[in-house]
Protein backbone atom coordinates (compact mmCIF):
# COMPACT_ATOMS: atom_id res chain seq x y z
CA UNK A 1 0.00 0.00 0.00
CA UNK A 2 2.84 2.00 0.84
CA UNK A 3 5.92 2.05 -0.82
CA UNK A 4 7.49 5.68 -0.07
CA UNK A 5 6.39 7.81 2.56
CA UNK A 6 7.40 11.75 2.94
CA UNK A 7 7.78 13.49 6.60
CA UNK A 8 8.68 16.57 6.49
CA UNK A 9 10.61 18.35 9.28
CA UNK A 10 11.63 21.20 10.91
CA UNK A 11 13.42 19.59 13.75
CA UNK A 12 10.60 20.21 16.11
CA UNK A 13 8.79 18.25 18.50
CA UNK A 14 5.94 17.97 16.15
CA UNK A 15 7.79 16.86 13.84
CA UNK A 16 9.05 14.25 15.79
CA UNK A 17 6.03 13.17 16.52
CA UNK A 18 5.44 12.43 12.67
CA UNK A 19 8.82 10.87 12.72
CA UNK A 20 7.71 7.84 14.87
CA UNK A 21 4.56 7.40 12.99
CA UNK A 22 6.39 8.06 9.73
CA UNK A 23 8.61 4.97 10.59
CA UNK A 24 6.46 2.98 12.37
CA UNK A 25 4.74 2.65 8.71
CA UNK A 26 7.45 2.15 7.24
CA UNK A 27 8.10 -0.95 8.93
CA UNK A 28 4.39 -2.44 8.66
CA UNK A 29 5.12 -1.87 4.84
CA UNK A 30 8.55 -2.35 3.76
CA UNK A 31 8.47 1.51 2.73
CA UNK A 32 11.54 3.84 1.71
CA UNK A 33 11.34 7.21 3.89
CA UNK A 34 12.36 10.61 2.91
CA UNK A 35 12.95 13.44 5.36
CA UNK A 36 12.72 17.34 3.68
CA UNK A 37 13.24 20.24 5.51
CA UNK A 38 11.69 23.33 3.55
CA UNK A 39 13.11 26.41 4.24
CA UNK A 40 10.64 28.61 3.92
CA UNK A 41 11.81 31.43 1.67
CA UNK A 42 8.91 33.81 2.12
CA UNK A 43 9.95 33.63 5.78
CA UNK A 44 13.63 34.42 5.31
CA UNK A 45 13.20 36.66 2.59
CA UNK A 46 13.12 39.41 4.86
CA UNK A 47 17.48 39.93 5.58
CA UNK A 48 17.89 38.58 1.98
CA UNK A 49 18.59 39.98 -1.64
CA UNK A 50 16.63 38.42 -4.67
CA UNK A 51 20.49 36.75 -5.36
CA UNK A 52 20.19 34.97 -2.31
CA UNK A 53 17.22 33.75 -2.12
CA UNK A 54 17.37 32.12 -5.65
CA UNK A 55 20.87 30.38 -4.64
CA UNK A 56 19.19 28.67 -1.38
CA UNK A 57 16.52 27.87 -3.87
CA UNK A 58 19.48 26.09 -5.84
CA UNK A 59 20.85 24.68 -2.76
CA UNK A 60 23.44 26.47 -2.19
CA UNK A 61 23.93 28.52 0.98
CA UNK A 62 26.87 29.90 0.92
CA UNK A 63 27.67 31.75 4.24
CA UNK A 64 24.22 30.60 5.52
CA UNK A 65 25.92 27.79 7.46
CA UNK A 66 23.44 28.06 10.20
CA UNK A 67 20.71 27.66 8.81
CA UNK A 68 22.07 24.39 6.49
CA UNK A 69 23.09 22.96 10.00
CA UNK A 70 19.48 23.66 10.95
CA UNK A 71 18.20 21.75 8.06
CA UNK A 72 20.89 18.53 8.02
CA UNK A 73 20.00 18.46 11.95
CA UNK A 74 16.37 17.65 11.44
CA UNK A 75 16.69 15.63 8.49
CA UNK A 76 19.33 13.57 9.79
CA UNK A 77 17.07 13.19 13.34
CA UNK A 78 14.66 11.33 11.28
CA UNK A 79 17.84 8.83 9.65
CA UNK A 80 18.82 7.99 13.47
CA UNK A 81 15.62 7.13 14.34
CA UNK A 82 15.20 5.06 11.44
CA UNK A 83 18.45 3.57 11.59
CA UNK A 84 17.54 1.61 14.74
CA UNK A 85 14.97 -0.32 12.84
CA UNK A 86 17.76 -0.46 9.48
CA UNK A 87 15.61 1.62 7.41
CA UNK A 88 17.11 4.02 5.50
CA UNK A 89 16.11 7.36 4.77
CA UNK A 90 16.71 9.54 1.65
CA UNK A 91 17.48 13.19 3.00
CA UNK A 92 16.80 16.40 0.80
CA UNK A 93 16.38 20.25 1.56
CA UNK A 94 14.34 22.42 -0.61
CA UNK A 95 13.66 26.05 -0.70
CA UNK A 96 10.39 28.02 -1.40
CA UNK A 97 6.96 28.13 -0.13
CA UNK A 98 6.67 24.73 2.43
CA UNK A 99 3.33 23.49 1.04
CA UNK A 100 4.35 23.98 -2.21
CA UNK A 101 7.82 22.44 -1.85
CA UNK A 102 6.04 19.03 0.18
CA UNK A 103 3.73 18.72 -2.77
CA UNK A 104 6.38 19.07 -5.66
CA UNK A 105 9.03 16.70 -4.25
CA UNK A 106 6.23 14.05 -3.35
CA UNK A 107 5.21 13.99 -6.86
CA UNK A 108 8.87 14.26 -8.24
CA UNK A 109 9.38 11.28 -6.12
CA UNK A 110 6.46 9.04 -6.11
CA UNK A 111 5.42 9.31 -2.35
CA UNK A 112 2.31 7.18 -1.50
CA UNK A 113 2.06 8.81 2.08
CA UNK A 114 2.73 12.55 3.52
CA UNK A 115 2.75 12.15 7.11
CA UNK A 116 3.08 15.26 8.96
CA UNK A 117 2.69 16.94 12.90
CA UNK A 118 0.31 19.54 13.47
CA UNK A 119 0.63 21.65 16.31
CA UNK A 120 -3.40 21.83 17.46
CA UNK A 121 -3.91 25.36 16.73
CA UNK A 122 -7.69 26.18 16.81
CA UNK A 123 -9.72 29.12 16.32
CA UNK A 124 -7.96 32.93 15.69
CA UNK A 125 -4.87 31.30 16.32
CA UNK A 126 -4.42 29.28 13.04
CA UNK A 127 -6.65 31.51 11.29
CA UNK A 128 -3.95 34.18 11.68
CA UNK A 129 -0.84 31.92 11.42
CA UNK A 130 -1.63 29.58 8.91
CA UNK A 131 -0.91 25.93 8.84
CA UNK A 132 1.82 24.34 6.28
CA UNK A 133 -0.25 20.99 7.57
CA UNK A 134 -3.34 22.32 6.43
CA UNK A 135 -2.20 24.22 2.97
CA UNK A 136 -0.67 20.45 2.14
CA UNK A 137 -4.06 19.31 3.00
CA UNK A 138 -5.58 21.63 0.47
CA UNK A 139 -2.56 21.18 -2.21
CA UNK A 140 -1.55 17.88 -3.12
CA UNK A 141 -3.54 15.06 -3.91
CA UNK A 142 -1.72 12.67 -2.23
CA UNK A 143 -3.16 11.34 1.20
CA UNK A 144 -1.59 13.24 4.00
CA UNK A 145 -1.41 11.74 7.81
CA UNK A 146 -1.62 14.10 10.18
CA UNK A 147 -0.51 14.13 13.58
CA UNK A 148 -1.57 16.30 16.04
CA UNK A 149 0.48 17.22 18.97
CA UNK A 150 0.01 19.30 21.85
CA UNK A 151 2.09 20.84 24.56
CA UNK A 152 0.28 18.37 26.91
CA UNK A 153 1.83 15.27 24.92
CA UNK A 154 5.20 16.02 25.75
Do not use: W
Request: contains cysteine; charged residues 30%.
Amino acid sequence: MYDTILVPTDGSKVAQKAVEHAIDLARKYDAAVHALYVIDTDAVDIGLGTEQVERIKAGKFGEMEELQERAAKATGAVSEAAAEYSIEVIEDVAAGRPHKCIDQYAKKNDVDLIVMGSSGRSGVRRVLLGSVTERTLRSTHIPVLVVDFRQEDD
